[in-house]
């Protein structure tokens, strides 16, 4: 964990429990000595690439959280740079509830599973939508994928703030078609 996720996430109602149930030092330590932890190294990088989904949550109007699942070919969030990641967003169900949630507050929070490996990365960011112009026609063009009838409407961009790596303790493994079908490949060879 890093120092920039815990600034965001350890707030005082969270370091309360955290005395209370005995992980405030450990935590402490990683605020005073842990690394920055806001910038994507080589793992990260190979990782959210290898994904082909990922859930995003914002806040309302209302304060109300809401988490949308957002889903495409691995590779679809792109690694812009260390910084930065992106997509294409896809027309859905037309209800628009992530994008009007984010004009009014552009924090997000990403959930990235691997249910194989059993490990999960949450992400802290900023997302600027695009969308309109011959700007972001530039950008989702850039960051569309080959798949056959997705109509993107608008590229999203997120600007980390922060991330952190869970603990596999509780991930109960899934596997999608194509990784069975792999598996099956491997003990019949």
Known sequence: MGRRF???AFTPHVKKLQELHGSRRQY???EEFGEPGDRLG?????????RDGFYMATVSETGWPYIQF???PKGFLRVLD???IGFADLRGNKQYISVGNLLHDDRVCLFLMDYVEQQRLKIYGRARISEGDEESQALIRKLQT???N????RAMVIQIEAFDWNCPQHITPR???EELDALEKEDAG
């Open 42 to 50: 080589p793992y990260e990088r190979t990782f959210i690439s290898g």
């Open 70 to 72: 957002r889903g495409g």
């Open 28 to 30: 402490h330590r990683v």
């Open 150 to 153: 997705s109509l993107p409407e």
């Open 6 to 8: 815990a600034e965001v």
């Open 146 to 148: 080959e798949e056959k």
């Open 82 to 84: 260390d910084k930065t």
């Open 175 to 177: 596997f999608t078609l």
